[in-house]
């Protein structure tokens, strides 16, 4: 027996809804987070991850209440990022109900904040958000910011070591190429970031075939995120699972009850 | 009713209400008096070894836990809450290791495994007298940990392997824990804290 690979559901929540869009100018109202992260976990999702895209103080305030009452009826792990600049907002997220939250933006700006969250919540509640595309940095991967669309100069192999010494718990790589193709994880980009660490690393960005998450833990990812496959039922949770168990990758089925 | 012992920040909403599931009534609490006579004690983990001790130690735990056994009333403790029922732990000391509430003899030490921290949904095996993961024999648990418990203590012991072999529960007497999160376990997880409010 051991550990499983996780399939983890990302939901983009903008003032207390799910929004859902190829990219970030086509979106389209699909539904209440709190529902759909009851049904995803009904069938058989290992995570949740809320990436709150709101633009507004009130948005945030919003989300925070998603968070409250997902907590109350939904007993998996729940990450929740997008727009934490500081420990307070840490604090708040898991007092709401949050175990884990995800940082980029405010990690880049300010790398102490890294070991700040960990000293005082523990590594495990950080997830640390690598957007990344290929560029001519050192190892080919960029660092991006605002959803890919700025580019930061920094490499994301340099960037990762340095995230995970200073006590990011987890890696969330985003891949911003594959982002939203289904054309599958960017693999290249997966076997490098994880020939650095030895922290959980979770795949994410284009996800599509059934074959496409075998290749990512092929390539060393420990879990596995997609939004748009699941949202627009191209597969359900349970199509992946057992597609993997078919295959001999360790995933939690669940048991009948 | 069942008291979360409240030592610290961190999520403990999902805690409450996962045990709110066995129909019981339960209060978050730091409160000596209300955690002392609560049916049920559960003792969460926060943060590292020894800033959960700080904790624990602001909020008069140790001698909570204590007393509440010699008086036999049930304890659970989960996660970072299950490693400080032991004597000591070396998380993040440079020399030794730390002091734990030390209601087992043993040492909670770095996993040695390729991937750390061991997070995810791994299964349980246990031994044949347990009680709390009756009806759960094929489930898996959500853990979240880098150090644990590699030696036996208590009446049964459950076991989980992450690189090496180590203990995920203890069932012994009036004082169980879990290194895994059974409230965020999703239904097995319920059904554990089910098992567990029904035997205390």
Known sequence: MTLSVRIIACLDVTDGRVVKGVNFTNLVDAGDPVEMAALYGSEGVDELTFLDISASIIGRETTLDVVRRTAEQVFIPLTVGGGIRSVEDVDRLLRAGADKVSMNTAAIERPELIAEIADKFGSQVLVLSVDARRARTESGFEVTTHGGREGTGIDALAWTEKACALGAGEILLNSMDADGTRAGYDIGMITAIRSVTKTPLIASGGAGALEDFAAAIDAGADALLAASVFHFGIHRIGDVKSYLNTHNYPVRMQAAR | ?200
């Open chain 2, 1 to 200: 009713m069942i008291a979360i012992l409240d030592y610290g920040s961190g999520n403990l909403r999902s805690a409450e209400r996962a045990f709110a599931t066995s129909g019981l009534d339960v209060v978050v609490t730091s409160d000596r008096e209300v955690a002392l006579n609560a049916k049920g004690l559960v003792v969460p983990g926060v943060g590292a070894f020894a800033a959960c001790m700080q904790g624990l130690n602001a909020v008069g735990g140790p001698e909570i836990i204590r007393e509440r056994i010699v008086n036999e009333r049930p304890v659970l403790g989960i996660c970072i809450g299950m490693q400080i029922l032991f004597s000591r732990g070396t998380e993040h000391s440079k020399n030794g290791s730390h002091a734990g509430v030390g209601i087992w003899d043993g040492e909670v030490s770095l996993l040695e495994a390729p991937i750390l921290p061991h997070m995810g949904w791994n299964s349980v095996e246990s031994d044949a007298q347990t009680v709390l993961f009756q009806g759960l024999e094929n489930e898996s648990f959500y853990f979240v940990h880098s150090y644990a418990a590699k030696k036996a203590v208590g009446k049964a012991q459950s076991w989980t392997t992450h690189g090496e072999k180590f203990v995920s529960a203890v069932e012994d007497g009036y004082v169980s824990a879990t290194q895994f999160h059974p409230e965020k376990s999703g239904d097995a997880g319920l059904a554990f804290i089910k098992n567990w409010t029904k035997s205390i």
